[in-house]
Structures are given as structure tokens and as C-alpha cells.
């Protein structure tokens, strides 16, 4: 272990030594900007599907709940996933989405975990099988290929973290050129729900010896669904 970190904490060394600090006049950092608001939605979805492809994610279009469950359903079938844990039909931006799902059969499977620390511990470890988790989103955005998660009653974390597997279901509608202009837009979004998060593609990290891994602090795979 100590190699390893003497490793690290060497390359850490020899790169600073190396590094170079643009000018403060350099524009380079100014040449990007988010997609223009004004384009089309058609194009900003272009914008969000390559963005999303960036970060190793997957992009679908569907019309219908019958269209949504099929892509999910094909989904869990090329993961081996079983059974999935969901937000409340209300929050998923599909009516009906859960009784197609189970139709199709696949079982939604429902959960409580209790505040107590020990069956809490026990309860999210019986979840550990379920292989896919199923959400709705409250927008996509463009540039980054990002969806904006708001949690709160019927809209529980577990779901988008514990499973390998991520679907999300967002309205074409929802779409936005940047988090900047989301905000803007919405300014009360932080105070919209407990918890506000951007998904942007699978967990990843390169903590360990500085190789990317995916999906050590959350899904693996991520796969938005896009509806009108």
C-alpha cells in the first residue's frame, strides 16, 4: 500500500512540476458557452443525446407507457435485471408506466427503509438484488448531458443510487440549454424537494491507483428516456 501511494504521491509531484498556468488574458477558457436558449428543441436534444453518449450514457425516445416499458423492459432483460425499485407512478412523467411494467413482468418492488441505524443496515442490504431503479426527472439539461433529480415523498434517493442500473424518464419539454438557465428560470428549484442532484451519466471514480471505474458509488449503467 505504502508503493502505491508513494507512486501516486510522486506522479502528483512531477506533474505540478510540469503544470502551466495559463495567462490571465488567455480567452481560452471563455471560448466555450452552453447552447443558445433560443435554439430549437430539437437541436438542444441533439446537444443532450451527444453529451450524454460522452458520459457513457444512453438516450431513447419514446411515445407512450407501452413504448417507455418496452425500452425498459429490454433494459433490465440485457442486464439481467429481475425486479426494480421505483418513484410513484404521479412522479414519473408516464401514467400508467408501472401497470404496463407489470403486465410485461417485471415486478416493481417496494420498500420502507426504517430510521434505525441497524434495520436500516438490513433493510438496504435485502434491496441489494434489485437490479434496476426506475425515476422520473424534473429536466435535462443540453450541455452537459445531466438530468436534475428533486427527491422528496414518493420521489425517494434509493432508487437512482442502489441499483446497477438507472432509467429515467424526462419530458422532451423539460429540456434546457444549461443549468444556468434552469435556474434562472426557477429560481426556488434548491427549495423544490429534500434533495436536488444532477445526474451525468454512470458513477465513476479514479480514487484507486487513479483508474477510472464505474459504478463503484452508484449505477453503473444510466439510460434516459425521452417523452413528449
Not at 501516486?8 to 490571465?24: C, K, N, Q, Y
Not at 433529480?149 to 432508487?159: E, N, Q
Amino acid at each position: 500500500m505504502n508503493a502505491a501511494r508513494d507512486r501516486i504521491l510522486a506522479s502528483v509531484r512531477d506533474g505540478l512540476l510540469r503544470a502551466v498556468l495559463p495567462d490571465a488574458t488567455d480567452d481560452r477558457a471563455g471560448r466555450w458557452a452552453p447552447p443558445d436558449p433560443a435554439l430549437p428543441r430539437d437541436t438542444l436534444i441533439e446537444h443532450f443525446g451527444r453529451a450524454l453518449a460522452s458520459l457513457a450514457g444512453h438516450l431513447h425516445r419514446a411515445a407512450s407507457a407501452s413504448a417507455a416499458a418496452d425500452i425498459i423492459a429490454g433494459v433490465a432483460a440485457s442486464q439481467g435485471a429481475t425486479s426494480y425499485l421505483s418513484w410513484d407512478d404521479e412522479h414519473l412523467g408516464c401514467p400508467g408506466l408501472l401497470s404496463v411494467l407489470e403486465s410485461r413482468g417485471l415486478p416493481r418492488v417496494t420498500y420502507d427503509v426504517p430510521g434505525d441505524p441497524v434495520e436500516r443496515a438490513r433493510g438496504t442490504h435485502e434491496l441489494g438484488g434489485v437490479g434496476l431503479g426506475l425515476t422520473g426527472a424534473h429536466a435535462a439539461l443540453a450541455d452537459c448531458g445531466a438530468i436534475v433529480l428533486v427527491s422528496g415523498p414518493g420521489r425517494g434517493r434509493l432508487a437512482s443510487l442502489l441499483p446497477p442500473v438507472h432509467v429515467a424518464i424526462v419530458s422532451e419539454r423539460r429540456m434546457w440549454p444549461s443549468l444556468t438557465a434552469l435556474v434562472r428560470a426557477e429560481a426556488d428549484l434548491l427549495d423544490a424537494g429534500s434533495n436536488v442532484v444532477l445526474v451525468a451519466g454512470p458513477s465513476r471514480t479514479a480514487d484507486i491507483e487513479m483508474t477510472l471505474t464505474h459504478g463503484v458509488h452508484g449505477p453503473k449503467h444510466v439510460h434516459v428516456i425521452l417523452m413528449p
